[in-house]
């Protein structure tokens, strides 16, 4: 589906920032939030609130 094909991009995304020595925190954060959106909405349900909060977690970590 489009939204898993959208999630592993923003995964890969994590990563490569995350293999630099100074990952761009703009980029990090974008792809968080993309990640939370579709787990929020694409995946729904009981499986989307029980991910939401992993995902803020990683917002905050990030903005730090």
């Known amino acids: 589906s489009r939204e898993l094909?959208?999630?592993?991009?923003?995964?890969?995304?994590?990563?490569l920032q995350l293999n630099k020595s100074?990952?761009?925190k703009s980029v990090l954060t974008s792809a968080a939030e993309s990640m939370k959106t579709i787990g929020e909405g694409a995946i729904g349900g009981a499986l989307g609130s029980q991910l939401a909060p992993l995902f803020t977690s990683l917002l905050s970590i990030i903005s730090q």
């Open 22 to 24: 100074v990952p761009s």
């Open 5 to 15: 094909i959208d999630l592993q991009g923003d995964i890969e995304t994590i990563k």
